[in-house]
């Protein structure tokens, strides 16, 4: 039987006097590359604030690899070690190099030595195809797509079993997004990684996506593939993936 690794369950979430979700239900395996789509304001970047646990919704339950996110801090703190999160600008800390921004959650471990800590933190660069040269730069000095990769590296950095991002090809011009997907392509194949991403961009979600969830009135109306995807009578699910049904009518495949 495959393995759970995040589990929503009945999740709402109120802001002010405002429902974001009503009754979400998500669930994603070992294995899996899920994305979630979605309109703007429909919640996507909330949910997954609250499922890496930066944010609490109203009720339900958020499980991580079979335990309750928010009943123990302790837990939650041992959880976090278990994925990995890249923000949709990166979030890198503008004071700390490259170099020091990778080691820091490394470090945070108080386990590790320098020299291992070196070690691990020129591997991922490695990984992300960034050179031993881009650790000494600051995120100032870095274009966008060099922003990606080193937070990318920083969210691999305790080799997650789960790994969640945040629009991972926004602001990139069409020939980053392509080599970004690439490469998380290639690490996903490599390290047999699971992953949640959040995106509305509909070809990073063809090229990436295994499983489809789509988040709209305040709740999920759709999950499954891109084939089932397109057949599905929603006005929302119809319009986002329009495009892609023209294309696959047309004889190209989705």
């Known amino acids: 039987m495959t393995e759970v690794l995040l589990e929503v369950r009945d999740l709402s979430t109120r802001i002010g006097g405002h429902w974001v979700h009503q009754g979400v239900d998500l669930t994603l395996s ?8 979605g309109g703007s304001g429909s919640g996507k970047t909330t949910l997954l604030r609250e499922i890496i646990g930066l944010q609490r919704p109203t009720q339900g339950e958020i499980r991580l690899f079979g335990e309750t996110l928010f009943d123990d801090p302790r837990r939650q703190r041992r959880l976090r070690r278990r994925f990995g999160v890249l923000f949709q600008h990166g979030a890198l800390f503008s004071a700390f190099s490259v170099y020091d921004n990778v080691a820091f959650p490394l470090r945070e471990l108080k386990c590790l030595d320098e020299m291992t800590i070196r070690r691990l933190v020129m591997l991922k660069l490695e ?27 920083r969210a691999l950095a305790l080799e997650p079993e789960l790994l969640l991002l945040d629009e991972p090809t926004a602001g990139l011009d069409p020939d980053r997004a392509e080599r970004f997907i690439a490469l998380i392509r290639t690490l996903d194949a490599e390290l047999k990684l699971s992953v949640l991403f959040v995106s509305h961009d509909l070809a990073t979600v063809a090229e990436l996506a295994s499983r489809v969830a789509v988040l709209a009135d305040h709740r999920i109306v759709a999950t499954g593939s891109l084939e089932a995807l ?25």
């Open 30 to 37: 070992r294995g899996e590359v899920l994305a979630l789509v």
């Open 230 to 254: 397109m057949q599905v009578e929603h006005p929302f699910v119809s319009r986002f993936f329009a495009p892609l049904k023209a294309h696959w009518r047309r004889g190209k495949g989705p």
């Open 127 to 153: 990984m992300v195809e960034l050179l031993p040269r881009h650790a000494r730069l600051m995120p100032a000095e870095l274009s966008g797509g060099m922003i990606k990769r080193a937070a990318l590296a």
